[in-house]
């Protein structure tokens, strides 16, 4: 089969990035003829890995040139690799079109559902989920979406532990919470009640940071470095380097080497369609804090993390359901991952490796197969 696939470029170290990388490798594996429609700056075809990378110029999201690219590949399917909502739906008449969709609602939000019933009739659509909650969502809609999970291939690594902490200029002996989100203006990842979390927690165990991989002044979105100061804790709370981030210039390599080196992950969101964090996290051997909500409840046990639970709010844009996490729960994680996520980390490493690219390779080979 010829398959494109449309996301951001693959060595782009984003979310979408990676797993746009390990989805075109899987899908060569599995003896299709691949080519990847990238958007966010590829202005050039080239090739990665011996893939065809075909660009789309600087329109945003591909708009306007998916469809061009699915016919001069001769396509035979197009995986999407992004948020529905920002592809226009027009552009699939008469393609065969496989969302890999975030579901991250509950129920299933009205632009998603709005979507998905417009290019159903104008196109072959054949869904797939992230997650189980995501097929849940879609099933009550109406489709029957199996599950292909995001994946990893980060593993524990002492060395990289000990390395970045050095990096970092961070004694053995503090507790380090990471956090890696993107700051935008609805705050879906819970950065603002994970700084005041870390304020309240940081009194009583001062032998602690919170290290915050995002943009701190992002625009129009809560300046988290200046919300950091006025609480005390500016000190305590250290953000990527702003433009290193903009440049996308953290390989996969510094990643993998963070997660190993913190002690415990605050994944913490209003909403996740899968939260590829969690799983990198898990997959080097590190805890995770998250919330009783979405796909994230999928991802934690007992054995190796931690959730908090919290109230329901409901985005306008999705006119569904999220729900912000309590500050209070989340002080009562962090709590917990002190005392308890040193001993946590051989189990958080077992149940990683569920999210490896093995494990999603198979399952691309399942969906495809069901066609």
């Known amino acids: 089969m010829r398959i494109l696939v449309h996301s951001v470029p693959p060595w782009a170290t984003s979310g979408y990035g990676t797993q746009c990388a390990h989805t075109a490798a899987a899908l060569a594996r599995l003896g299709h003829q691949v080519a990847i429609s990238a958007y966010a700056g590829c202005h050039e075809e080239r090739e990665w890995n011996g893939i065809p990378v075909l660009p ?34 027009a552009q699939m008449n008469g393609l065969s079109v496989m969302p890999h969709i975030p579901v991250d609602c509950d129920p299933l939000g009205v ?50 532990r000990a390395q970045w902490r050095k990096e970092m200029n961070l004694p053995g002996d503090v507790l380090v919470i990471g956090k890696v989100a993107v700051n935008n203006r609805d705050d879906r990842k ?53 433009d290193r981030r903009a440049a996308d210039a953290y390989p996969a390599s510094w990643m993998e080497a963070m997660y190993n080196g913190i002690d415990v992950l605050d994944a913490t969101s209003r909403a996740e369609g899968c939260g590829v964090p969690i799983i990198e996290a898990l997959a080097c051997g590190t805890p995770v804090i998250a919330s009783r909500n979405s796909a994230m409840t999928e991802k934690i046990a007992p054995a190796y993390g931690w959730l908090a639970g919290g109230q329901p709010e409901w985005p306008t844009h999705h006119q569904s359901a999220w729900q912000t996490p309590f500050i209070h729960e989340m002080v009562r994680c962090y709590q917990k991952a002190a005392a308890g996520a040193a001993g946590m980390r051989k189990a958080a490493a077992r149940a990683g490796q569920a999210w490896s690219v093995e494990a999603m390779t198979a399952a691309w080979k399942q969906a495809l197969d069901g066609l």
């Open 56 to 89: 789309t110029g600087g329109r945003p999201y591909g708009n306007g040139v998916i469809a061009w690219n699915y016919h001069r590949w001769h396509a035979d399917l197009l995986i999407l690799f992004t948020d529905l909502f920002v592809i226009d739906p």
């Open 111 to 160: 632009i998603d559902r709005r979507w998905l019933e417009r290019v159903s009739k104008i196109a072959m659509l054949h869904p797939v989920a992230m997650s189980e909650f995501g097929r849940g969502q879609l099933a009550a809609a109406g489709y029957d979406a199996p599950v292909v999970p995001h994946a990893t291939d980060f593993r524990p690594r002492p060395g990289l």
């Open 190 to 242: 819970a950065l603002v009640p994970t700084v005041h979390a870390f304020a309240a927690f940081v009194r009583e165990h001062p032998r602690s940071g919170l290290y915050v991989h995002t943009e701190p002044q992002a625009k129009d979105a809560p300046n988290l470095a200046h919300m950091a100061r006025v609480l005390g804790i500016g000190n305590r709370v250290v953000f990527a380097d702003e």
